[in-house]
């Protein structure tokens, strides 16, 4: 797959959910990502687009450096989801994915209402 055209999806998502044209639903992860792994996965943002199930998730992932020594990688995925929800493919550490996070967390959780209410007291 072409980089350069994920990371437009990635811009893409990431404006239109600025504007207000693609919203996101926050939930825990299923239990198909977390299940048999050291993973740990905390929120997923799932919506749909023109009829396109898309996931987009933060996940550390446990590295052993020897027998005893490990550390923790961090990535951002993306996935398309197939009709029952799983994901039929997925890319990892795409170009814009973790600003696009950032942007679905900062609109999820109305973080600029909260801050003005705030200010405003």
């Not at 239990?31 to 905390?42: C, K, N």
């Not at 197939?82 to 973080?111: E, H, P, S």
Request: aromatic fraction near 8%; proline fraction near 3%; hydrophobic fraction near 45%.
């Amino acid at each position: 797959m072409n980089p350069s055209k994920l990371a437009r999806l990635a811009a893409k998502l990431d404006y239109e959910t600025l504007e207000g044209k693609v919203h996101w639903i926050a939930g825990p992860p299923p239990a198909d990502l977390v299940r048999g792994t050291d993973d740990v996965i905390t929120t997923v943002f799932e919506t749909e687009y023109n009829t396109i199930g898309i996931r987009v998730f933060e996940k550390r992932v446990k590295v052993w450096i020897d027998d005893v020594t490990a550390c923790w990688e961090h990535n951002t995925v993306i996935q398309f989801l197939g009709d029952r929800g799983g994901a039929n493919w997925d890319a990892t550490n795409i170009t814009g994915v973790y600003q696009l996070i950032d942007t679905i967390k900062l609109v999820t959780c109305r973080v600029e209402n909260k801050i003005a209410a705030i200010l405003a007291a």
